[in-house]
């Protein structure tokens, strides 16, 4: 699976929109671009996926660049509860194993 | 709404001893994994099973760590004897196929701490 860079850490206001970006320059055309959050002392939760084209659901926004190499997570309207790590993941779906490869992710805090 | 449950929560043992996790998936889910995640770092997965087979245990050690999931739904991670480096938390999921990709539904996880 091919790797991600992430920047360590970022601060948000609360009610604004945080942009979370994610490098994925080797990323192949059969793998799908994953975001998940962990909580504090809490398990990773799943948030979005996609492949291609942009992708929302009522948690985020998932923008794919063009050429796939670079994503944007979009949390439309920070709250408290949002400050957790974010991680970025590349894989390939339905490969043997689906094991997610977690880097070190971006730690999102949101504050007041 | 279903949950991955693990027990226990915390766990206090001493070097050289046995500790054991344990690990109930989502109903149905035939997938289940066991992840380590030590303080700061991303979790990295130790195994994967489908059903009661083991799938991935490359990361596994297998000199003092065992997983199993006799009848293909839960499953106990063991760690005999447990080091201080052990200490970490210990991340089981579940996923099952679902149309084009396998959401991963985490646990709360267990704490070990290796006195």
């Known amino acids: 699976d091919a790797k991600t860079t992430q920047p360590p850490s970022m601060d948000c206001a609360e009610g604004r929109a945080a942009n979370l970006p994610c490098n994925h320059s080797t990323i192949s055309g059969n793998e799908y671009v994953y975001w998940y959050r962990q909580i504090h002392s809490q398990g990773p939760q799943y948030i979005i996926h996609g492949l291609k084209n942009n992708e929302t659901n009522e948690m985020a926004s998932l923008i794919i660049t063009e050429d796939r190499k670079s994503s944007t997570l979009i949390l439309p309207h920070a709250t408290l509860r949002d400050t957790a790590v974010y991680y970025c993941?590349?894989?390939?779906?339905?490969?043997?194993?689906?094991?997610?490869?977690f880097g070190g992710g971006t730690r999102v805090l949101v504050k007041p | 709404e279903a949950e991955v449950a693990q027990s226990p929560r915390y766990k206090i043992t001493e070097k050289s001893q046995a500790v054991a996790f344990w690990c109930d998936p989502i109903?149905?889910?035939?997938?289940l994994y066991w992840y380590r995640q030590i303080l700061g770092q991303g979790p990295e997965l130790l195994v994967q099973f489908q059903d009661e087979s083991v799938v991935d245990d490359s990361q596994l050690p297998k000199d003092r760590f065992s997983a199993e999931r006799l009848k293909g739904v839960d499953s106990t991670l063991k760690i005999q004897p447990a080091e201080l480096g052990d200490s970490a938390m210990y991340l089981c999921a579940s996923s099952a196929p679902s149309g084009d990709y396998n959401e991963q539904f985490f646990g709360p996880g267990t704490r070990l701490t290796v006195l």
């Open positions: 993941i590349v894989r390939v779906v339905g490969s043997a194993g689906n094991k997610l490869t």
């Open positions: 109903s149905g889910h035939a997938t």
